[in-house]
């Protein structure tokens, strides 16, 4: 269905109004806090969530609580979000610039004090992460839902310390690692070689542009990564991208907590996924998803689920080659 001439009127009424233009503007490039909002418009944050809340209630963004927080990202309905489009368009060229800009401080510093965090805490990186849950319960289900391989090329995004790859890569005749943190590639090379693999090729890399080639990996690993983005949905989409016909991703992360000492103690932007949220980025992005497991939670009460998907056999690259 089309939006009725009283819905398209109150979208461009909530829509028609400077600061809102500038928001939709700035959520169309990732999904923002009102925290953030309202330092890069420089407005009270009374007054930028007043703004937010006239626009989700005309369902041009959707609002998500994450702990103590809330988050807004533009509507995933697709005639809302041709209408935004359109008017997005044809805003002057300059429009918001000066807001970018500051949004590009905003990215800057948060990634500043995640490499700073990750340089740091490399070298007790296995240790700390398996503070809050059992690896060996999480590594045994993982092991389970991947499968005895053999595999063909393993790709594990965020690396980290090589763990994913020590764990799979002597079931692979190729095995790739990528990292942003140069401490943690070091790191992760000194287990490989521990390990005595030698087909894995270790490099520094953006989980979201890997310069991969779409459709170049059976099994496609994002362990512990998502919970530090601030743009997970579009690290999903990138690592699908690689998934070849008849190939696996795997994503393991934290279901939704209320540790919120979390985001200051370690760096993470969100407090865990519900499955419908993973389900349906794996779904957009073209594979198809089995059920969830979910490893027995420790004492903690933390959960780990581990979320599988499959590109179709018969499906076609195309779509995934053109966002390369």
Not at 194 to 221: C, M, Q, W, Y
Request: glycine letters at 6%.
């Amino acid at each position: 269905m089309s939006l009725t001439a009283d819905q398209t009127v109150e979208a461009l009424r909530a829509a028609g109004e400077p600061t809102r233009l500038r928001i939709l503007s700035l959520l169309a490039g990732e999904e923002l806090s009102v925290m953030e909002m309202s330092r890069i418009l420089d407005q009270s944050q009374p007054r930028v969530s007043r703004h937010l809340k006239l626009m989700t209630d005309a369902g041009l963004i959707e609002r998500f609580p994450d702990g103590a927080r809330v988050y807004y990202r533009l509507s995933h309905d697709a005639h809302a979000r041709r209408l935004i489009d359109t008017v997005l368009d044809i805003l002057a060229d300059d429009a918001g610039e000066a807001d970018h800009r500051r949004l590009d401080e905003v990215r800057k510093d948060r990634e500043q004090a995640a490499e700073s965090y990750f340089e740091q805490i490399a070298p007790q990186w296995d240790r700390l992460r398996s503070l809050y849950v059992s690896e060996a319960a999480v590594e045994a289900a993982l092991e389970k839902a991947v499968g005895p391989g053999p595999f063909k090329r393993v790709v594990d995004l965020g690396t980290g310390s090589g763990r994913m790859l020590t764990l799979f890569g002597k079931k692979a005749k190729m095995s790739v690692g990528l990292d942003l943190s140069q401490n943690m590639l070091n790191i992760a090379r000194a287990n490989v070689s521990k390990a005595g693999l030698n087909k894995v090729e270790l490099r520094h890399g953006d989980i979201f542009a890997t310069r991969l080639p779409a459709g170049s990996a059976d099994l496609v690993i994002v362990h512990q990564v998502l919970h530090y983005l601030a743009d997970p949905f579009a690290a999903v989409a990138e690592a699908a991208r690689l998934v070849c016909p008849g190939g696996r991703l795997v994503i393991v992360d934290f279901a939704p907590h209320d540790f919120e000492h979390m985001r200051e103690a370690h760096q993470h932007r969100r407090l865990g996924f519900a499955d419908h949220e993973i389900n349906g980025w794996l779904t957009d992005s073209g594979l198809t998803p089995s059920p969830p497991i979910a490893p027995p939670p420790d004492n903690e009460g933390l959960t780990v689920t581990i979320w599988t998907a499959e590109r179709p056999v018969n499906a076609s690259l195309a779509q995934a080659r053109k966002t390369a």
